[in-house]
């Protein structure tokens, strides 16, 4: 059975950092290109981050570039998004999904390429 673990979400103030983990379990980690995905209040999900199997490309959606840094840890089955400088506006639950095929090497932003999702972790980003 397939599962995705997140942490590492909180309360933090404007300019603050954080750095959230996925655990994945059930599956071969190395083989699948991993993403983080958002849900703001009253918004639907949105592609944050992407990182292919073996690290060397990682994407990011505008808004965070220059603040966000994916990486995975392929010893550990684990994929970590490090968020510095938040803001207000990255208030959300955070998710970690995992690509519905193998060996997938090119960018990929739509919700429904992904087929397994962990439970979130909530960002608040708020003095």
């Known amino acids: 059975e397939v599962q995705l673990v997140e942490s590492g979400g909180g309360l933090v103030q404007p300019g603050g950092s954080l750095r959230l983990s996925c655990a994945a379990s059930?599956?071969?980690?190395?083989?699948?290109?991993m993403s983080w995905f958002r849900r703001a209040p009253g918004k639907g999900l949105e592609w944050v981050s992407g990182?292919?199997?073996?690290?060397?490309?990682?994407t990011y959606v505008d808004s965070v570039k220059g603040r966000f840094t994916i990486s995975r840890d392929n010893a550990k089955n684990t994929l970590y998004l490090q968020m510095d400088s938040l803001k207000p506006e990255d208030t959300a639950v955070y998710y970690c999904?995992?690509?519905?095929?193998?060996?997938?090497?090119?960018?990929?932003?739509?919700?429904?390429?992904?087929?397994?999702w962990g439970q979130g972790t909530q960002v608040t980003v708020s003095s």
């Open positions: 059930g599956f071969t980690f190395k083989y699948y290109y």
């Open positions: 990182i292919s199997t073996g690290s060397s490309s990682t």
């Open positions: 999904a995992k690509y519905k095929t193998r060996y997938y090497t090119d960018s990929a932003y739509d919700a429904k390429d992904y087929d397994s």
